[in-house]
């Protein structure tokens, strides 16, 4: 199971499109809201979640994260402790963790960018600390993936889609989608 955290002031694009592309690709997705199922994004659209972080425990299905942008939806991320543990379990386990405008600024606040190749929304690079900022809009180190912004939503959604089902499968669902290579 893959998990995408969703906090009030996320971006609706960067959540969703990843939701979409994984789903369409086999990938099972949860969607955790964190302090409830109804969730406002940054540019005041309700998303309903599958489930609350109230409900959500770190399982042995886990097979990665997401975390989507925006503000103050990063933020909020940053500030649950439901979060926190869950990206220090995947990158304990070396799951795959997804992350996508300024929300990579969370992984590298924990250190999980040390010397990873990694990408972020322009003027959050710095928030990455000890990473090694890469040209990319979207960057893939190891289990880490990171991309710049919501007009390379479906290219970062392709980049997990590979990681968890394959190159091939992501290829599949791109030609589905009309996206180019």
Not at 9 to 24: K, N, S
Not at 67 to 96: F, H, Q, W
Not at 98 to 114: D, E, N, Q
Not at 144 to 155: D, F, K, N, P
């Amino acid at each position: 199971m893959v998990y995408l955290f969703l906090a009030n002031g996320f971006e609706e694009i960067e959540a969703l499109t990843p939701v979409d592309i994984l789903r369409r690709g086999g990938v099972e997705v949860t969607t955790v809201g964190i302090g409830g199922t109804e969730i406002k994004g940054s540019h005041n659209i309700t998303v309903k979640t599958d489930i609350a972080d109230s409900d959500f425990s770190l399982l042995n299905d886990v097979q990665g994260i997401i975390l989507p942008g925006g503000m103050p939806g990063t933020t909020n991320l940053e500030k649950s402790n439901k979060v926190i543990k869950a990206i220090t379990y995947c990158s304990e386990r070396d799951l795959v963790i997804g992350a996508i405008c300024a929300a990579p600024s969370i992984l590298g606040h924990m250190g999980i960018l040390k010397d990873k190749k990694a990408t972020a929304f322009p003027g959050f690079e710095r928030e990455l600390f000890d990473a090694v900022i890469g040209d990319e809009y979207v960057c893939i180190d190891g289990n880490i993936i990171t991309a710049r912004g919501m007009g390379v939503s479906a290219e970062f959604a392709l980049a997990l889609l590979g990681a968890f089902k394959g190159q091939e499968v992501a290829d599949n669902v791109r030609r589905s989608i009309q996206c180019r290579p």
